[in-house]
């Protein structure tokens, strides 16, 4: 395997710029262009940042979940990296759709929380994510961490299309899909849909970005650990009880 | 409290998280690249 670069590559700041860019017109998009919604007004704004990034932290966990698989697979470090990356970067965006939902929730449904069940998965996802960084902390050998740590990933991936389907199949105040992924087609003013799906992009770019600068700090950090693997423990750790 | 937000401050509070948490982390991720150094600089 290749070292990590420490310099930071060209490509790195490009994708930072398009990302920060990217989100500037998803900002003006939701904030200007999209007209207000007939039922909420100007509260429909709140959606394009709550559900873009929804949907980022349902990405994230699927590259986290595949790249455990892969390593589980294959037994590759990288992939563990790309895994506890994309994870990190699942638990910031799934805290950020719990966040955001609840920013929408309390004017429109005049609720911040409620036990149903698309945001209690929704919740159990960013638990168990936060839990994957509990077990990695706990486990000292390279390989069986990165393997509890992929389990811990599939079960959070199977959850996702029950996740996804949550709102229709139980008693919820979450709304229904306005985009319907299992034939139901689109019920969205075209406006609003082109905003969404610009925000989308918006935030799956900053998902990228962030995901790069996260996969640089885990490559390196796996280097060191090889590093100190081979020179073998300080003198002082030899005699700790 | 919250009776008295109007629509538009839902808004920019929903939306003002998104640079907030981007930033957080970004801090966070320079801290660990430092921490990082600093053990490399000691192996």
């Known amino acids: 395997m290749n070292p990590a670069p420490a310099h930071r590559p060209t490509w790195l700041n490009a994708l930072a710029g398009v ?3 990217s989100a500037l017109v998803g900002a003006w998009a939701g904030l200007r262009l999209s007209p207000p ?6 509260l429909i704004r709140v959606m394009y940042a709550h559900v873009s990034v929804a949907w980022v932290s349902f990405l994230a966990v699927a590259v986290a979940a595949f790249a455990g698989i892969a390593f589980l697979w294959r037994g590759t470090r990288r992939f563990d990296a790309l895994s506890v990356a994309a994870a990190e970067t699942a638990l910031l965006f799934g805290a950020l759709t719990i966040v955001g939902g609840m920013t929408y929730s309390k004017p429109t449904l005049n609720t911040f929380w409620t036990w149903d069940a698309k945001l209690t998965l929704t919740a159990l996802m960013v638990t168990l994510l936060a839990g994957v960084f509990i077990v990695r902390g706990l486990i000292d050998e390279p390989q069986r961490r990165g393997r509890v740590s992929a389990v811990i990933l599939i079960v959070v991936l199977a959850s996702l299309p029950l996740n996804y389907l949550a709102a229709e199949w139980f008693r919820t105040l979450h709304p229904a899909k306005s985009i319907d992924l299992t034939g139901g087609g689109v019920t969205m003013d075209p406006t609003m849909l082109t905003v969404l799906l610009v ?6 770019l900053t998902f990228a970005w962030l995901l790069a600068e996260r996969m640089r700090i885990s490559l390196r950090e796996h280097d060191l650990e090889v590093r100190r693997t081979r020179e ?3 003198a002082g750790d030899a ?3 | 409290m919250f009776d ?6 839902w808004v920019a509070v929903a939306w003002l998280q998104l640079p907030l948490a981007y930033g ?3 801090i966070y991720l320079a801290w660990r690249a430092k921490r990082l ?3 490399e600089e000691e192996t």
Do not use: F, K
């Open chain 1, 19 to 21: 990302a920060v860019l």
């Open chain 1, 37 to 42: 919604d007939v039922n909420q007004g100007e």
């Open chain 1, 199 to 204: 925000n989308v992009v918006a935030a799956a």
């Open chain 1, 232 to 234: 073998g423990p300080p």
């Open chain 1, 239 to 241: 005699v700790r009880v």
């Open chain 2, 4 to 9: 008295a937000w109007g629509p538009w401050t």
């Open chain 2, 24 to 26: 957080a982390y970004l």
């Open chain 2, 37 to 39: 150094r600093a053990e």
